[in-house]
C-alpha cells in the first residue's frame, strides 16, 4: 500500500479479532501508527506482532470499553504516548443475543448491547474529539450492521447500531467545523461472531445470498476501505454510510 497515513495515530476498538483486527492491520499498512483496543491481551499483542513484523508501529492497549474509566485512560495513554490522534475506528460490540426476539432477550444482554454499541461508541468520538480538534482534525469511523434492513429477530441489536449510525451522522455535521469527519460502515465480514450465529448449512446459503459470491475479508475488504475513509483520498466524505456487503442488501 501507498503509506496514505504516515504520521497518523488510530485508535482501533474491537482490534483483537475479525473486522477490528482487520481494520488495525491495513492502517498500520498505510502508515498509521495503531494503538489495538480489546478486552484480552493476547490477541491484541498477536495483531502488534504482525504490525511490527511488517514494519508497522502498534501499540496494546487491553481495556473494556464499557468502563468509563477505562475508555478515557486509552485515549490520554494514546496522546501520551505519539503526542497526537487522528483517527478512531469503534469496531468493538458485545456480540451477546445478536439474533434474539424481542420477548427473549433478557435485560442484562439488553443493557450490555447498549452499553458496548452506541454509549460506548459516542464516548469515545467525545472523548477524542479535543484531540483530533487539535491536530487540525480527523476521521472517526463507526460500525453499523446490515439488520437495519430487517429488524425481525435482531430487533435489539439492529436498534443499538440504527443508533451508531444516527450519532454518527450528527457527528458529521456538528463536529465537521473542526475538521473532524464522520461516517459509518455496514459489512458482512468473516468474524467469530459470524461463526456463532451460523450453522455450517446456514453459512453457505448466507454466502450463496451474496451476489460476489463470498463472506467479506477482514483487512482487504472492510480494512482497506476504512483505511480509505481515514486518509486524504476521502477527505470529502463525511455523514455517509458505506455498505461492504458485496451486494448482498441490494439483492434482498
Known amino acids: 500500500m501507498d503509506g496514505r497515513l504516515t504520521g497518523r495515530v488510530a485508535i482501533v476498538t474491537g482490534a483483537g479479532q475479525g473486522a477490528g483486527r482487520g481494520c488495525a492491520l491495513a492502517l498500520a499498512a498505510e502508515g498509521a501508527s495503531v494503538v489495538c483496543v480489546g478486552r484480552t491481551r493476547a490477541p491484541l499483542e498477536s495483531v502488534a506482532a504482525q504490525i511490527a513484523a511488517a514494519g508497522g508501529t502498534a501499540r496494546v492497549s487491553p481495556a473494556d470499553v464499557t468502563?468509563?474509566?477505562?475508555?478515557?485512560?486509552?485515549?490520554?495513554?494514546?496522546?501520551?504516548?505519539?503526542?497526537?490522534?487522528?483517527v478512531l475506528v469503534n469496531a468493538a460490540q458485545a456480540p451477546a443475543m445478536r439474533a434474539a426476539d424481542l420477548l427473549d432477550v433478557t435485560d442484562?444482554?439488553?443493557?450490555?448491547?447498549?452499553?458496548?454499541?452506541?454509549?460506548?461508541?459516542?464516548?469515545?468520538?467525545?472523548?477524542?474529539?479535543?484531540?483530533?480538534?487539535?491536530?487540525?482534525?480527523?476521521?472517526?469511523?463507526?460500525?453499523?450492521?446490515?439488520?437495519?434492513?430487517?429488524?425481525?429477530?435482531?430487533?435489539?441489536?439492529?436498534?443499538?447500531?440504527?443508533?451508531?449510525?444516527?450519532?454518527?451522522?450528527?457527528?458529521?455535521?456538528?463536529?465537521?467545523?473542526?475538521?473532524?469527519?464522520?461516517?459509518?460502515?455496514?459489512?458482512?465480514?468473516?468474524?467469530?461472531s459470524l461463526d456463532l450465529d451460523l450453522t455450517a448449512e446456514q453459512r453457505e446459503r448466507y454466502r450463496a445470498g451474496i451476489p460476489l459470491g463470498r463472506i467479506g475479508?477482514?483487512?482487504?475488504?472492510?480494512?482497506?476501505?476504512?483505511?480509505?475513509?481515514?486518509?486524504?483520498?476521502?477527505?470529502?466524505?463525511?455523514?455517509?454510510?458505506?455498505?461492504?456487503d458485496g451486494a448482498a442488501w441490494s439483492a434482498r
Open 217 to 244: 475479508r477482514p483487512e482487504e475488504d472492510v480494512g482497506r476501505a476504512v483505511a480509505f475513509l481515514a486518509g486524504d483520498d476521502a477527505a470529502y466524505v463525511s455523514g455517509n454510510t458505506l455498505r461492504l
Open 67 to 86: 468502563g468509563a474509566a477505562a475508555r478515557l485512560a486509552v485515549v490520554d495513554d494514546t496522546v501520551a504516548a505519539f503526542g497526537r490522534l487522528d
Open 108 to 192: 442484562a444482554e439488553i443493557a450490555e448491547l447498549w452499553t458496548s454499541g452506541p454509549v460506548a461508541t459516542l464516548a469515545l468520538m467525545r472523548a477524542c474529539h479535543p484531540h483530533m480538534k487539535a491536530a487540525g482534525g480527523g476521521s472517526i469511523v463507526n460500525f453499523a450492521s446490515g439488520a437495519l434492513r430487517r429488524p425481525a429477530h435482531y430487533g435489539v441489536y439492529a436498534g443499538v447500531k440504527a443508533a451508531i449510525e444516527t450519532i454518527g451522522v450528527a457527528a458529521a455535521v456538528e463536529w465537521g467545523p473542526d475538521g473532524i469527519r464522520t461516517n459509518t460502515v455496514v459489512p458482512i465480514v468473516e468474524s467469530p
